[in-house]
């Protein structure tokens, strides 16, 4: 069997990783007079490597994120005061472990979708099936959606080791409809003690307000709450830096 059939092998067999380096292993192994099991050793770890790879890939396009968001390339200098030291002990994932949940609540433009999303992207390369959603656009999409579409939306906001609801309370007053699917995916992921990560620009005094309903707010908080890291966001406004800097360099070329 030349090498040709042994990659054709390897690929019959899905072991696409060891058939994608098998040329250059044997080549290096034969510059180097490397052992068998050497090579072998090697051809072994890439096809690890490229499975580690794709597995990566496909729970980041099943996450539902749009980015693959980082705390480094965070800008803390720019608001000092925002609880940054919160931020990395969310990033370690350790919440998860414990079921907790984190609210990340403040001004407009102050990172707080960017820290969500940094936190879920950690969790799809360590492993974890992650749901990213801009909650009021999904949640309106749940309430035309049918039985079917319904049922299929809320098991895997259910299902996921972390659930993330950005901009919760975007347009303020939410439907009834959407009202009531928050409070099942945080009565139904407390009892899993699975964690939720909500991004708002709302206080939670007001959530009455913009739920329709005192006491439904009240029930979600209480779970919500229970074991909970709170991390409030106040400062400037990134969005409107960037914005600024724009027409700065608009203005300038003109």
Partial sequence: MNT??????????????????????VMQAQAAQEPFLETLAALLQDELDR??????????????????????????????KLPRAACFELHTLKFLADGANALI??????????VAKAVAYQATLQGFEVAYVEA????????????DERGRLLQGWVGADLLV??????????????AELLQALVHQRYKLRRSIVITSNRIVQDWGRY???????????????HR????????KSYRLKEAAARLVTTTDGS
């Fill in 105 to 114: 609540v403040g001004k407009p433009g102050t990172g707080k979708s960017h």
């Fill in 211 to 225: 739920l329709g309903d005192a006491t439904m707010a009240t029930t979600i908080l209480d779970r919500l709450m």
């Fill in 228 to 235: 909970c890291a709170m991390l409030e966001f106040e400062g």
């Fill in 4 to 25: 040709h059939d042994i990659e054709t092998t390897l690929r019959n067999l899905r072991l696409s990783g060891m058939a994608e380096t098998l040329q250059t292993r």
């Fill in 51 to 80: 499975r580690k790879s794709r597995l990566m890939a496909r729970r980041f396009k099943l996450s539902g994120l749009d980015e693959r968001a980082l705390l480094a390339d965070f800008d803390w200098r720019f608001n000092p």
């Fill in 165 to 178: 609801l950005d901009d919760l309370f975007l347009a303020r007053r939410i439907s009834e409809h959407a």
């Fill in 136 to 147: 009021d656009s999904e949640f309106a999409r749940y309430a035309l959606a049918d039985t």
